[in-house]
Nanobody, 124 residues
Framework: QVQLVESGGGLVQAGGSLRLACAASGRTFTSYAMAWFRQAPGKEREFVAASSRTGGGTYYADSVKGRFTISGDHAKNTVYLQMNSLKPEDTAVYYC?????????????????WGQGTQVTVSS
């Protein structure tokens, strides 16, 4: 069994920064992709960013491009999300996710393991 634990959420003013972290524990595995999603109250879970082990590619939602940076270590199954220039509309519960098998579209929610989520609140 695999557990993902997020940390680093909190309350920040608009324009501020936060860094989220996600660490995996449990059985040994090799991830193909690691990603961050978020879900605001009353809305569906949406893609934020993903990192692919193949070629080190990174992918971002248009709404966060240029402000957020995903990084991590696939071998250690740790992933980070540096969030700068935060806006009130970034307020949500942020979830990390890990996918084991290669696939073309990393923006969908078809990941194998999910964390419990960490709250990010951006005040105006």
């Amino acid at each position: 069994q695999v557990q993902l634990v997020e940390s680093g959420g909190g309350l920040v003013q608009a324009g501020g920064s936060l860094r989220l972290a996600c660490a995996a524990s449990g059985r040994t595995f090799t991830s193909y992709a690691m990603a961050w999603f978020r879900q605001a109250p009353g809305k569906e879970r949406e893609f934020v960013a993903a990192s692919s082990r193949t070629g080190g590619g990174t992918y971002y939602a248009d709404s966060v491009k240029g402000r957020f940076t995903i990084s991590g270590d696939h071998a250690k199954n740790t992933v980070y999300l540096q969030m700068n220039s935060l806006k009130p509309e970034d307020t949500a519960v942020y979830y990390c996710a890990v996918g084991l098998l290669a696939r073309r579209d990393l923006t969908t929610t078809e990941y194998d393991y999910w964390g419990q989520g960490t709250q990010v609140t951006v005040s105006s």
